[in-house]
T-cell receptor
Framework: EAGVAQSPRYKIIEKRQSVAFWCNPISGHATLYWYQQILGQGPKLLIQFQNNGVVDDSQLPKDRFSAERLKGVDSTLKIQPAKLEDSAVYLC?????????????????FGPGTRLTVT | GENVEQHPSTLSVQEGDSAVIKCTYS??????FPWYKQELGKRPQLIIDIRSNVGEKKDQRIAVTLNKTAKHFSLHITETQPEDSAVYFCAASTGGDSGYSTLTFGKGTMLLVSP
């Protein structure tokens, strides 16, 4: 099966500029995640969608970050305006679903990521 | 929220030796514990996972153990090979108010296997 697709793979922008990332999840996966991975750290969840609804955006800096998943398939993550500390790899992941029950959990598949450098 | 601590941050072993990476979590309600391997410049990939109703799981050279009472879980790699060199992340899944669970990752362990 085709994996999670992301674009662009690399982006260099100056601070205060805006940037957008795109993600296409695995076909049929209802749950989509955006993670931020700063060099030397583990992925940090920014936002989680179930179909086209947001189920967790508690760690999303909403003053500058926004995300949408129209029609419950593709998703875009936007940063406006960017800061130096936003330099990181932005990973998109998808899963069939991620429920609460012990048996209601499905593997998350990650995309290749977008490496953002803010200068 | 959930907090996952992982150690060591770096682990160097000789080929053929065993490697053990340990993680602790804070939320006793967490019920799913995956381990991801991330090679340099690549995406994280699931290598093994364990659910809270199981104490141990093994897949060829890798195994994971879970101690719910102590709230810690460990990854064991036996007969290490140079291609095992990568960064390994543990994670814990905990539920949110929405009813959907989310993953919290540890900071990672860089495993170096020398020939």
């Amino acid at each position: 099966e085709a994996g999670v697709a992301q674009s662009p793979r690399y982006k260099i922008i100056e601070k205060r500029q805006s940037v957008a990332f795109w993600c296409n999840p695995i076909s049929g996966h209802a749950t989509l995640y955006w993670y931020q991975q700063i060099l030397g750290q583990g992925p940090k969840l920014l936002i989680q969608f179930q179909n086209n609804g947001v189920v967790d955006d508690s760690q999303l800096p909403k003053d500058r970050f926004s995300a949408e998943r129209l029609k419950g398939v593709d998703s875009t993550l936007k940063i406006q305006p960017a800061k130096l500390e936003d330099s990181a790899v932005y990973l998109c992941a998808s899963s069939l679903k991620l429920g609460w029950g012990t048996e209601d959990i499905y593997e998350q598949y990650f995309g290749p990521g977008t490496r953002l450098t803010v200068t | 929220g959930e907090n996952v601590e992982q150690h060591p941050s770096t682990l160097s072993v000789q080929e053929g030796d065993s490697a053990v990476i340990k993680c602790t979590y804070s939320d006793s309600a967490s019920n799913y514990f995956p381990w991801y391997k991330q090679e340099l410049g690549k995406r994280p990939q699931l290598i093994i996972d364990i659910r809270s109703n199981v104490g141990e799981k093994k897949d060829q050279r890798i195994a994971v153990t879970l101690n719910k009472t102590a709230k810690h879980f460990s990854l064991h790699i036996t007969e290490t090979q140079p291609e095992d060199s990568a960064v390994y992340f543990c994670a814990a899944s905990t539920g949110g108010d929405s009813g959907y669970s989310t993953l919290t990752f540890g900071k990672g362990t860089m495993l170096l296997v020398s020939p």
